[in-house]
């Protein structure tokens, strides 16, 4: 298994003076923006200390909220880039649904990945709802608008030879001859997110790698959806490399520490929802299906526990939150054995995505919090054997 270390690199002094509304519409006025350099430098930190200790590195990006002051993702990749040794860095993710230009995209990601020395991994999203306000897109089609995207950068990263153009529906480029190209061939390694089976299948026939945000007990069919189209296109079942999942991480040689850190770590799901209403579901962004899924109730900020009950992730407690496999919470003993039943539950899931940082969460425990993980519970990870589950027809 890797662990990926993660962030959202929070301006958590704002989170108790936001007036409804934690994105778009909150008023810069109440950033200050030493403070926000500060905290930025001190995450960074915190990422070096895990490259020491044997983690990888995921980073991600938000607009114009308290949640995340990574608003361009590439600064914290490119000094990641350089600043660290050994890790993997995955950004999950890089917003394709916002970007009108994915040719600067290939640009960069190619350039973090030469810099680094080959250590990129590429997570293509189509973003948050909140944020096509801002971006100014339209959330119709974005997927259309993601996949030529997708094409166009694998192309642009791939191709040798002469210049080519490309002519699509959304993009149309002259020229396109990148430099530099990327080290990893014959692109770096990609991942995508999705909480869709009809996504998870396209992913799997793509054979990228999935990664699901927090769905708890509600991860299996969206593996298991992403199983069967990877079994359509390559005859056989996925490892579980194939498989990531994103969970908040507290561990502490003392429980009830252990506990403390969680609650604060959680702050991360109390706040992020926290949104004006005009902008959580714009006309476009999710499918019927998916929206008729809301409707019935079936959306988050509604968990699932192991035992069925349902969790509302957003209020509730640690305990709910480690019953609903959402927080993975305890001494090193109770986390292994915890993330170890969740895998075998998953049937194999070879990457985790360790929040082992969030909100007001202290620089001391939380580098106390990377150290003991990676020291107590990442050896005996990486040599458990994964399960295989098998593969039952589409």
Not at 68 to 75: G, I, K, N, P, Q
Not at 114 to 133: A, N
Not at 340 to 359: K, R, S
Request: overall charge negative.
């Amino acid at each position: 298994m890797r662990v990926y270390q993660f962030t959202e690199q929070a301006y958590y002094p704002a989170w108790d003076d936001h007036n409804g509304s934690l994105r778009i519409n909150l008023p810069n006025s109440k950033l200050d923006p030493k403070l926000a350099g500060q905290l930025l430098n001190r995450y960074y930190d915190e990422w070096q200390v895990a490259d020491e200790v044997g983690l990888d590195i995921m980073l991600n990006e938000h607009h114009q909220t308290a949640t995340c002051l990574s608003s361009t993702v590439v600064v914290g990749l490119s000094i990641m880039a350089r600043i660290t040794k050994k890790a993997r860095l995955l950004v999950l993710g890089y917003p394709l649904g916002h970007r009108p230009d994915p040719l600067r995209c290939a640009e960069e990601l190619s350039t973090i990945d030469v810099v680094s020395g080959g250590r990129l991994d590429m997570g293509f999203v189509k973003g948050v709802p909140y944020e096509f306000p801002a971006s100014n897109q339209n959330p119709v089609g974005v997927m259309d608008r993601l996949w030529e995207a997708h094409d166009f950068i694998l192309k642009a990263m791939t191709h040798r030879g002469e210049p080519f153009n490309w002519e699509g529906e959304h993009f149309h480029y002259r020229q396109v001859n990148i430099w530099p190209r990327p080290i990893q061939q014959p692109h770096p390694p990609l991942w995508s997110t999705t909480n869709s089976k009809n996504n998870a299948y396209t992913l799997g026939e793509r054979g990228y790698v999935i990664a699901t945000l927090g769905s708890g007990y509600g991860t299996r069919p969206l593996y298991d959806a992403y199983r069967q189209g990877y079994f359509k296109t390559h005859r056989k079942a996925p490892a579980a490399d194939r498989f990531a999942y994103l969970g908040l991480v507290a561990v502490a040689n003392d429980e009830a520490e252990a506990r403390r850190r969680g609650d604060l770590i959680a702050g991360y799901l109390r706040t992020s929802a926290i949104v004006h209403v005009p902008y959580r579901n714009p006309p476009g962004y999710l499918s019927i299906e998916d929206n008729a899924r809301i409707l019935r109730g079936f959306s988050q900020p509604r968990g699932k526990a192991k035992d069925g009950r349902l969790v509302d992730i957003y209020h509730c407690s640690v305990q709910d939150l480690i019953d609903a496999g959402v927080m993975f919470c305890g001494t090193p003993d109770q986390v292994h054995a915890q993330i170890v039943d969740f895998c075998e539950y998953c049937g194999g899931m070879g990457n985790l995505l360790m929040m082992g940082h969030a909100g007001s969460l202290e620089p001391d425990a939380t580098v106390d919090n990377l150290t003991l993980f990676a020291k107590e519970v990442l050896p005996r990870l990486k040599e458990w054997k994964q399960p295989v589950a098998e593969v039952e027809a589409a």
